[in-house]
């Protein structure tokens, strides 16, 4: 069946550092992959789409990998802050494309 | 522009009971996603609704069933609620071709059974 893995689930790091954060999934070939970001008690809020012919994404200070080899994406964060502190997920769009099929999530701390 | 917007945000029910949760979606969007998040897993899907109709639907029991109206906006009733029906139901909405621009989700009803 169908599953995503993101790499664990609580990740701590220092004010400043880049935050990478991993998601693998099995028994997929995704046209492309999401990332979220959420607050607790919030709902998910949209970051990035990267496509499976894409190497790499950007968007400010956050970058985004997708390897369909793999079958892995990263999700990096340079120059961390506190305010980046969040449960952050991976999705990817399910069998019909109209959906998606969400990991558990990696809980971020920054530290100042 | 308002956003996904959903109602109540913290409901309390017993054990057998029904609940009906509600939702308007992000202005232009005419499809309408719902999911189930327990605490500290992942949101999971439940249904999709697409005018009027239910379009796709996750692994949920009957016990779990929608409804879409003209409006666009959605509900979402579960019957005979058990223990584990605990959780944040998040309201997603995007446009009919697909999400690759990303799913809107609503701030969720915190649902607790007691």
């Known amino acids: 069946s169908q599953k995503i893995e993101q790499n664990s689930e609580a990740l701590n790091i220092q004010e400043g550092k880049t935050a990478t954060l991993t998601c693998n999934y099995t028994?997929?070939?995704?046209?492309?992959l999401q990332w979220y970001r959420q607050d607790p008690g919030r709902g998910p809020v949209f970051l990035l789409l990267?496509?499976?012919?894409?190497k790499e994404k950007r968007k400010e200070r956050l970058k985004v990998t997708f390897d369909t080899t793999l079958k892995q994406s990263l999700f990096h964060i340079t120059a961390s802050q506190p305010a980046d502190s969040a449960t952050y997920l991976c999705?990817?769009?399910?069998?019909?494309?109209?959906?998606?099929?969400f990991g558990p999530g990696t809980r971020l701390s920054v530290l100042p | 522009d308002a956003g996904v917007t959903q109602s109540p945000t913290h409901l309390i029910k017993t054990r057998g009971q029904q609940v009906t949760l509600r939702c308007s979606p992000k202005?232009?969007?005419?499809?309408v996603s719902w999911y189930q998040q327990a605490l500290g897993q992942g949101p999971q899907f439940i249904f999709q609704?697409?005018?009027?109709?239910?379009?796709q639907r996750g692994n949920f029991p009957d016990r779990f069933s929608g409804h879409q109206f003209p409006n666009y906006s959605s509900e979402l009733n579960v019957n005979a609620l058990l223990l584990g029906d605990s959780a944040l139901y998040l309201c997603?909405?995007?446009?009919?071709?697909?999400?690759?621009?990303?799913?809107?989700f609503g701030p969720g009803t915190r649902l607790t059974v007691l």
């Open positions: 997603a909405s995007s446009l009919a071709q697909g999400g690759v621009e990303g799913l809107f």
């Open positions: 028994n997929y070939s995704p046209a492309y």
């Open positions: 990267i496509r499976e012919n894409e």
């Open positions: 999705a990817l769009p399910d069998n019909y494309g109209q959906n998606f099929v």
């Open positions: 202005s232009g969007h005419d499809t």
């Open positions: 609704y697409y005018e009027e109709e239910e379009r």
